[in-house]
Nanobody, 125 residues
């Protein structure tokens, strides 16, 4: 199994920045990729970004492209989400997830195997 735990959420004004962290433990050598999702009040959880654990390739949702950057530190088994130019519509609970295989689209939450508890990000206008 893989355990993942998010940190770094908080409240920031529109236009500001936050960096989320996600620490993985357990069978981390088995990880294929790690992704970030978010869920705003009253909405379904949606894909934000993903990174391939071995090669570092990345993919983003259109809504965050150019503002958010996902990265990883393999030595620390940690993935980061740098969020810049935040908007009120970025307010959500952000979840980190790990996937062990390349099966299925990386944008679908059903293709991820392990999830964190989430961290709240609030962007005030």
């Amino acid at each position: 199994q893989v355990q993942v735990a998010e940190s770094g959420g908080g409240t920031v004004q529109a236009g500001g920045s936050l960096r989320l962290s996600c620490a993985a433990s357990g069978r981390t050598l088995s990880m294929y990729g790690m992704g970030w999702f978010r869920q705003a009040p009253g909405k379904d959880r949606e894909f934000v970004a993903v990174i391939n654990w071995s090669f570092g390739s990345t993919y983003y949702a259109d809504s965050v492209k150019g503002r958010f950057t996902i990265s990883r530190d393999s030595a620390k088994n940690t993935v980061y989400l740098q969020m810049n130019t935040l908007k009120p519509e970025d307010t959500a609970v952000y979840y980190c997830a790990s996937r062990l295989t390349p099966r299925g689209p990386t944008t679908l939450e059903g293709t991820y195997d392990y999830w964190g508890q989430g961290t709240q990000v609030t962007v005030s206008s």
